[in-house]
């Protein structure tokens, strides 16, 4: 159940509503679907490896962008090589060129090499989350900083009444269980790090749980496997504590759930897009949702049945055969509707109603289910909506810049003019006046005429046709003047548009004074000689420069998220039963045994090897 966030006039008009693109299209589809600025890949080194752009995509998307204001701001926050220094800064170089608005950055090293004046934004990979680290990115000039998922809207009032810095915050989509920038379990032990972009998503594997003695407590579950974020109820607070920019997660989601979600949050913020489709965010990819952590710990954080989509909830399972489950539901199923109960999953083969229930089944010789899994009573998931995904992919959104248009006459000729906001242009056409025979319908023609603006970038918000006699002009005529008109106002609001440099970077001080280990992230010798610039002690370098992968001692998670919680054994916070298991405990995936430590007075869960 959604509630609809109410936002007042002041508060619509102070937040951006920032978008995923995996590519130019989709980046097109999320300004059209209302976003105010989209975030896309460079064409290497960002966090999402398999999510890469063309400088020339990335130049078209500016400038359809700039079209309507908005911005689009360029990730390349892995960590990096030596030899990949150069190649990053040329590639800064390109995509501000090709009209970026903001870089979005986690190597520091970048900071040591000559950069255009493009705005930087500190990735979360930066692990933004005290306020003496946001303090210090401010203090180096960066614009922006990404803050953590894990932070509460008490943790953000507090980074902002202390800096004044852009405060940029997740409010949809996938989580990482581990801070990001912190987890080094699939650099450990699949040689793929997450800091370089090629992240093996161990959290979404199956494991089994252990105490101290070896014993199995839980088997093959998805311990580690978050729900999705959905913070749409709180936007109103977000924005109270200080939020300007609302960040939906999602650089390799379709265009269908890109389209969904952005729809979904731009009407509830009231941006003013011609978008009237009811989107619904559990239509498309949807693990559940928890607003996690901005209200302090609360459960379910995970889903440990399966890492997949599970939809909606849509009822109950009443009884279940070979390949026919009755289900309790209001809901109108139709063919090819996806269903999951427990972690069996079907495509409805054919839905029918039986003394007041729904009787689904499917195609035993293509779909094999253990229905010994699904008992009555068990909760009913609708994971693919054929009907509502139908008309997803039929709507198409649309951007609009409204106009006004002035047509009139003057001495030997007619003028045209144009105006969006605050930009004019006006043309004059010399023609043979010839007075209508039919005077109103030549006026009606006129009108129509000029305000056939489809297949542009405008909508007519107001039209004034002013004549000194009823002039006759062939429709043709009409047409290749507005045109010429429509374009060169086109060019002039991209001409018009103005990116914000950001400030001069300096080497601010470091705010500690303990040595830096693997966690800074260190991975090349620029980064290196930055950080000593600002006076920092270093005294180890990247993970992934010289993994530790056989020492126990190494976190290679470290955790809001606690295991312990989940299950309703802390004994800080919850009321427990005395039958707890033997710590340590541990979690195993094939072979490989990991060792849970719990941080009880930070709330932390660690991983490390055992």
């Not at 972009?197 to 088997?219: F, K, S």
């Not at 620029?526 to 992934?544: L, Q, V």
């Not at 430590?597 to 490390?608: E, G, P, V």
Request: one cysteine or more; a negative charge.
């Amino acid at each position: 159940m959604h509630i609809k966030t109410s936002l007042t006039d002041n508060q619509q008009g102070m937040v951006e509503l920032l978008a995923p693109a995996r590519d130019v299209n989709i980046g097109i589809t999320a300004i059209n679907s209302g976003a105010d600025a989209v975030y896309i890949g460079a064409p290497q080194f960002s966090a999402r490896s398999a999510a890469g752009n063309s400088v020339q995509d990335i130049e078209k998307l500016c400038n359809y962008a700039h079209l309507f204001g908005c911005k689009v701001l360029v990730a390349l926050n892995t960590i990096l090589t030596n030899d990949e220094i150069p190649t990053a800064n040329r590639m800064v170089w390109d995509v501000y060129n090709a009209g970026a608005d903001a870089l979005i950055m986690q190597d520091f090293g970048l900071l040591e090499t000559n950069l255009p004046p493009i705005r930087l934004h500190a990735s979360t990979q930066c692990n933004n989350v005290s306020i003496e680290h946001i303090n210090w990115l401010e203090q180096l000039g960066f614009s922006r900083v990404v803050l953590a998922r894990e932070l509460s809207i008490d943790d953000i009032r507090a980074i902002r009444s202390a800096t004044t810095i852009e405060l940029e915050a997740f409010v949809h989509g996938a989580l990482c269980v581990s801070y990001s920038g912190q987890c080094y379990m699939s650099a450990a032990l699949r040689n793929r790090s997450a800091n370089r972009g090629e992240c093996a998503q161990m959290c979404r594997l199956p494991y089994d749980l252990l105490d101290a003695n070896g014993t199995e407590i839980v088997h093959h579950k998805h311990l580690l496997s978050l729900c999705d974020m959905d913070r749409s109820a709180y936007l109103n607070q977000l924005i109270e504590a200080g939020i300007t920019t609302l960040k939906i997660e999602g650089r390799l989601k379709d265009e269908n759930y890109v389209k969904n979600i952005v729809t979904y949050y731009s009407q509830l913020l009231g941006k003013k897009c011609n978008n009237d489709f009811a989107a619904d965010p559990q239509k498309t990819f949807h693990r559940s949702q928890t607003d996690y952590f901005l209200h302090g710990r609360t459960r379910p954080l995970a889903n440990f049945e399966t890492p997949k989509s599970t939809g909606e909830e849509i009822g109950q399972v009443i009884k279940v055969s070979n390949n026919q489950i009755v289900v309790s539901t209001n809901e109108i199923i139709s063919q090819g509707d996806g269903i999951c109960v427990s972690t069996e999953g079907f495509y409805v083969k054919n839905a029918s109603m039986t003394n007041g229930n729904t009787v689904l089944t499917w195609d035993i010789q293509h779909t094999t289910i253990d229905t010994s899994h699904i008992k009555p009573g068990m909760i009913v998931y609708r994971n693919f909506d054929r009907v509502y995904i139908d008309r997803l992919i039929h709507y198409q959104p649309q951007r609009k810049r409204l106009v006004d248009i002035t047509f009139r006459d003057i001495d030997n000729a007619f003028t045209l003019a144009m105006q969006s906001d605050t930009i004019r242009v006006e043309q004059s056409f010399t023609y043979t006046k010839e007075l209508a025979t039919n005077p109103i319908k030549a006026k009606q023609t006129i009108h129509n005429q000029l305000c056939k603006l489809g297949g542009t970038i405008f909508e007519v918000n107001n039209i004034d046709v002013q004549l000194s006699q009823p002039y006759f002009l062939p429709i043709s005529v009409l047409n290749e003047w507005r045109r010429q008109v429509c374009a060169e106002l086109e060019q002039q609001c991209l001409h018009s548009y103005e990116r914000i440099n950001r400030r001069p970077l300096v080497h601010a001080p470091y705010y500690s004074t303990e040595p830096l280990d693997y966690h800074a992230n260190i991975h090349n010798d620029h980064a290196a000689s930055f950080y000593r610039s600002c006076g920092a002690e270093i005294a180890e370098r990247s993970f992934e420069s010289n993994p530790s992968t056989d020492d126990n001692k190494v976190e290679l998670m470290r955790c809001r998220y606690c295991l312990k919680y989940e299950m309703g054994w802390c004994k800080r916070n919850q009321i427990v039963n005395t039958n707890l298991p033997l710590e340590p405990l541990y979690i195993r995936q094939g072979e490989q045994l990991l060792q849970l430590h719990f941080d009880c007075k930070h709330c932390q869960m660690i991983i490390t090897k055992k």
